[in-house]
């Protein structure tokens, strides 16, 4: 693995977002990872947004201690009014990365609906491989793959799961609930939005 592209709305980042980049960075320590949150996804149209600069800030709170060399808070799509496409963002990657490796990290949940994605075949074609994270279903179970993604470009990883989401962080500040699945200094970022 050379390069790993690890993107999301991060509305707003959390413990499961850390985790996955942990799982990754222990399972390929010499590679360079790229964390890409997008403003605008094409899947999540009508969710309640933070701003691009909140966004940000929130990734750079929650990720802090793991950004350095080859860990890199890549603002690519955050900066885009437009929805973000992966196949873009992938082009884009490969013109920074010339001569290496990509590969995708996606959940387990996005695997049914890969086929929905713009240009999934092409996508495919351009990744070496996609590295799924398991969200649903326990080790040693194997996760669902559907047919049209073949078996050479799938890497399931063995990580435990950890079930959490941004919406039910957004829905326990709405309810004025206690969040204890971010980082302090994100849940002081994030109280403080919340309030404006």
Known sequence: MDVILFGGSFNPPHIGHRHVITTIRNQFPKSKLYICPNFVSPFKLNEKKFSKEEIWSLCLAEFEAFLENNVILW?????????????????????LEPGHLISLVIGEDNVTHFNQWKSYREILNL????????????????????????????????????????????????????????????????LNMYKQ
């Open 75 to 95: 603002d690519d799509e955050i900066k885009k009014d437009q929805i973000s496409f992966t196949i873009d963002t992938l082009f884009k990657l490969k013109q």
């Open 127 to 190: 990744v070496y491989k996609l590295i799924i994270v398991r969200r649903e279903t326990e080790f040693p179970k194997p996760v669902s793959i559907p047919n049209y993604i073949p078996a050479e470009k799938i890497l399931v990883l063995n990580n435990p799961i950890m079930i959490k989401s941004s919406q039910e962080i957004r829905n326990l500040l709405e309810n004025g609930l206690e969040i204890n699945s971010i980082l302090p200094k994100t849940k002081t970022l994030l």
